[in-house]
């Protein structure tokens, strides 16, 4: 078990680039749960999935955004026209079930210049 | 919305010493799960202690206790013989079979 793991760490793009995030859950987690978190805030959450299905999006979510856990294994986050607002550390977690804890990836560091 | 409160932003300690961090929550639900989650510097969440809302007991974890009090929706997280490497953030959860809901979090410094 090598916990949840998220890549890139970090990622630096330009204003109107679309970028992706990938997240790796612990294998026998069947929830997965993504978050942002900016400076000095706790997480905030944004979307989650149990198994391949999405069952809630935070109307943090703009159109913009867009997650996806096709064979209910691995996610991706992806943010279309990034904004300098979307700089943030966006966070994955897993969990079985959800009375589980929630265990949590090291995070990707967004900044939009 | 349903929500976490950590009314302390800063708080510090000196090193073997007791330190008391406080959360109240806000809701209407009478079964839900309680989580204080620790995030050292650049380093990843990770979680401290658990409370089930339905067990009167309050958890313990080694140095790690809670004062779970259901009737004033509070939570507080008290850790004994404070050692260097409790220094972070500490952040106070709440869910029930959703996503966490978390306070904005209490730094935590320790004195040597």
């Known amino acids: 078990d090598t916990g949840v793991s998220q890549d890139p760490r970090h990622k630096i793009t330009k204003r109107g680039q679309n970028v992706t995030f990938r997240c790796d859950p612990i294998?026998?987690?069947?929830?997965l749960y993504w978050y942002r978190q900016t400076l000095g805030q706790g997480p905030e959450f944004l979307t989650y999935f149990q198994n391949e299905a999405q069952l809630e999006k935070s109307r943090l979510l703009s159109d913009r955004f867009s997650a996806e856990r096709p064979k209910g294994s691995f996610s991706t986050l992806e943010i279309q026209r990034t904004e300098q607002g979307d700089s943030a550390m966006y966070l994955c977690a897993s969990s079985f079930g959800g009375q589980g804890e929630q265990y949590f990836g090291p995070g990707t560091r967004l900044t939009v210049t | 919305a349903q929500t976490v409160t950590q009314s302390q932003p800063e708080m510090s300690v000196q090193e073997a010493e007791t330190v008391t961090l406080s959360c109240t929550y806000d809701?209407?639900?009478?079964?839900?799960?309680l989580f204080w989650y620790k995030q050292p510097p650049s380093r990843q969440m990770i979680l401290v202690i658990r409370?089930?809302?339905?067990?009167?007991q309050n958890a313990t974890e080694n140095r790690f206790s809670v004062n779970f009090q259901k009737a004033a929706k509070s939570f507080s997280l008290k850790i004994s013989d404070s050692q260097l490497g409790d220094a972070a953030m500490y952040f106070c959860?709440?869910?029930?079979?959703?996503?966490?809901?978390f306070g904005k979090g209490t730094r935590l410094s320790v004195i040597a």
């Open positions: 294998s026998e987690h069947n929830r």
């Open positions: 809701t209407s639900e009478s079964d839900y799960y």
């Open positions: 959860a709440k869910c029930r079979d959703t996503p966490l809901v």
């Open positions: 409370q089930e809302a339905y067990k009167q």
